[in-house]
Every structure is written in C-alpha cells, then in structure tokens.
C-alpha cells in the first residue's frame, strides 16, 4: 500500500515537471523559427529539461540537483556564445528556469505550475512589454514607478509600528496611508491614459473620484453650467465620481483599523453598486431628453434631442490637484503617476484630523468623537471616517458610539457634497446629482446601522 501511494507521489510530481516543461517549450517552439539560424531550444528541449529536474528531485539527492543545475547553465552558455546574432538571453534563462521549476514541482507543485505559467505570459508578451517600456510608459512615470517600489519594498517596512498617542498617532500608519494615497492616485493616473474616448467621461470622472470626489462634481458642474445641454450626463458622472468615495473607505478602513473592514465591506459595496447604477442610468445614450434639454435653443428649428445627439459630451478639464484629464488630448511627454508633496499633505492631514478626534473624544468623550467626526467630514470624509475608525472596533462594547458617529460622517459630507453640486452646477445639474448623492449615501448608513 505505501509503495503504491509513493509510485503515485513520483508520477504527480513526474507529470507536473512534465506539463510545465511542455507549456513553456510550446511558447518557445513559435519562436525558435526555421533553419539553421532557428533558435537552440524549444517543446522537446524545455520540456526533457523541467522533466529531468523532476526526475533529480524525486531521486532526492542534492549533489545529482547541483549537478543538473550546473549542466543545463553550461549549456544555456554556451548556446549564447554560439549564437552572435541574437544578443537575448531569454531563451537560456528560461532553460534554466524550466529545470529549476521542474525540481520545485517535487514540493510545491501548485508553485510550480503558477511560476510555469507566469513566464510562458512573460515569454508571450515580448512584444507588448517592449512597446509599453519603449513607447507607452513615459519617463516620469519610470521614475514614479521605481519610487512607489522603493516606499512599498523598502521604507513603509522600516517605519516604527507602535502607537505615539493612543491608537491617534502611529508612525507605520502614517507610512501606509501615503503609500494608499500614492497607489490610488497611480491608478487614477493609469485608468486615464487606457480609457476610450466613448467613456472617457464616466471614466474620468471615476478615477478622479479616487483624489477629490468633492472636486470632481464641482468641475462637472462649472461644465454643466457652461453646458447646460449636458446637465444631466454630466451629473451622471458626478454620480459615478461617489463610487470611489466608498471604495476608499474600504481601502482606509484595511489600512487603519482593519477590524472595521469586514463591517463596513457590504454597506459599502452595496453603496458602489447604487452610486455606479445611478450615474450609468445618468449617463445613458437616451438620457438627453426634452426635459434635460430645457431651454436649450435649438437652431434652424431643429429639435432639441437632435441638437443635443450632435453636441458631443465635454470632457473634464486637465488640473493638477482633482487628476481631472480629457482623454481626447495625447500625453503629455513626461507625464507623472502621482504627486508626492499633494499626497505627503493629504496623509499629514489625516493624521491631523486623527489626533484633533481622539483629543475631542478624551475631552469630551462620545460627544467630541461626534463633533470631531461632522467638522472633519466637511472637508474629508476619508480623514473623518479613519478618525473615527481608530477609536475602537466594531466588536468593542465600550466604543458603541464609533459606528453612529461614522454614520453621522458620511451623512455630513452628502450634505456637503450637495452644497457644492447645487452652487457650482445650478439647479438643472443639482436635480440630478444630489438625489444619487444622497440614495447611495443613505444606503451605506442604513445598512451599516442595521448590521
């Protein structure tokens, strides 16, 4: 019995070095070309090669591995010393790789099909990451890039974790607030350049929703203001902007007060979802209806739907603070992910908001935790929501009022919010921003009351 469950051991762990071998050789294979100038290794080659490191691993000896492993480097060698045409090394790296994974597969085979798998793609999409380095990514963006890699990997692990004052102020959250706030701007940024014309709007609106919702609807409604034939497209996109609001509570919620996440994870979503829904029902092809379009002349008698089908959507303006960027325009040649010195202040300001909420709260106990949550959310929903958020968990009977004052917060800054989309947009654009504001507000606080 035990000699057949170990016969089947070796032919699983045979037949995964195998599979990998093949599928990285397939790729290979379409590459090598014809002839005598074809490459030197493909589907036989790679897949005998990960089939021997198998073979050395179930064999268990380490200096058989040691000396498979020197073998098939000697002859990645010396294959790229015969062939001066081709300056690559991929092909002989990859050799060595497929041995190398067919030995893993003896202990980890799930691993070794994964890392199979990722450098077949990495093999496959030569030519797509070779025009996305050379041609897509801008320098700027480079540099940006190797920065967030370096906080991520390098700095934000070095931060001190221990709390300075209360759970208020902590240098290690500090850290992976900005890291968030760079990541999300970096998305933002991202999102923008890959968006298509015909949803550029929504789009737009939707990334720039991650760095100021706020400020989005308020461009939107300067453009509704200036356009009133768009009131209502451009409140769907308002609409849409709200979405991101609540993916960044989530996001702050994980990176500061991580017990909330759970709680906090099915009234948001519950929120997106409305908060997409309403603004693509906005922004539907049919929404430029007689009623959106009021008031709006008409030349030549024409009717106003017809007028409006040909005026094309206006896309949001390029700024430095809101991300806003119209996706009509090219890039610019040196074009940045994100802005450190903007994001340093947002995460120095949150923790600020932070400090000034746990000082109420000690003062003044539940009834400061509320004041500093409505003052902070008049500004920041997110700088409020984290404050609060610091202050006890969802499990903690001493903190019941954490959940109601979070509650208290989002309502406060909906109310906010359509303040700003009223003055900004006028009432033809706030008729249709503001209910979609406040709905998926709504539905977040009910939701997370009733839990």
């Known amino acids: 019995m035990q000699g057949s469950e170990d016969f089947s051991a070796t032919l699983a762990v045979l037949a995964s070095a195998l599979g990998c071998g093949l599928l990285m050789g397939i790729e290979r294979e379409r590459r090598k070309g014809h002839g005598p100038g074809r490459g030197p290794a493909g589907i036989r080659t790679f897949t005998l090669t990960s089939l021997m490191g198998g073979i050395a691993a179930v064999l268990g000896s380490p200096a058989l591995i040691a000396v498979g492993g020197v073998f098939v480097a000697a002859l990645g060698l010396l294959s790229a010393w015969r062939d001066k045409l081709d300056p690559g090394m991929t092909t ?21 099909a994964a890392l199979a798998v990722t450098a077949t793609v990495l093999m496959a999409a030569r030519d797509s990451l070779h025009r996305f380095s050379r041609h897509w990514l801008q320098p700027g963006e480079a540099r940006d890039g ?35 706030l760079l990541l999300i701007q970096s998305v933002a940024h991202v999102a923008r350049r890959l968006m298509q014309a015909r949803h550029a709007l929504g789009l737009a609106a939707l ?22 034939a768009q009131a209502r497209l451009q409140a769907g996109a308002g609409v849409l902007s709200c979405a991101a609001t609540m993916v960044q509570l989530l996001v702050v919620a994980a990176t500061v007060q991580p017990a909330w996440l759970q709680a906090m994870a099915a009234p948001a979503t519950a ?18 209806t007689p009623a959106s379009l009021h008031d709006t002349a008409a030349p030549n008698g024409d009717d106003a739907r017809t007028t409006a089908a040909r005026v094309p959507p206006a896309p949001l303006p390029a700024t430095d603070q809101q991300g806003l960027a119209s996706s009509a325009s090219p890039p610019v040649a040196d074009s940045r992910m994100f802005n450190l010195r903007d994001a340093a202040v947002v995460a120095l300001l949150l923790t600020a908001v932070q400090i000034a909420v746990h000082g109420l709260k ?17 500004a920041d929903l997110h700088a409020a929501t984290a404050a609060v958020m610091l202050q006890g968990t969802p ?38 921003a503001v209910p979609g504001i406040w709905v998926h507000s709504l539905v977040f606080a009910g939701w997370l009351l009733v839990r």
């Open 92 to 112: 002989e790296i990859a050799l060595l790789l497929a041995y190398l994974i067919g030995v893993m597969c003896a202990t980890s085979q799930p691993l070794a």
């Open 362 to 378: 000690l003062a003044f106990g539940d009834a400061g935790l509320f004041a500093g949550a409505l003052l902070a959310a008049l």
């Open 395 to 432: 499990a903690d009977p001493g903190h019941t009022a954490v959940a109601p004052a979070l509650v208290a917060a989002v309502l406060v800054h909906a109310a906010s919010k359509s303040v700003v989309a009223t003055v900004s947009g006028g009432w033809r654009f706030a008729r249709y």
């Open 271 to 288: 929120a997106t979802v409305v908060a997409l829904a309403w603004g693509a029902w906005l922004m539907r092809p049919a929404a430029a």
């Open 146 to 180: 190797l920065m967030l890699a370096a906080l991520a990997l390098l700095v934000v692990p070095l931060v001190p974790d221990r709390p300075l004052w209360g759970t208020a102020l902590n240098p290690q959250v500090v850290a992976r607030l900005l890291l968030v």
């Open 207 to 228: 990334a720039s929703g991650f760095v100021s919702s706020t400020a989005t609807i308020a461009t939107l409604g300067l453009q509704a203001r200036n356009t009133p």
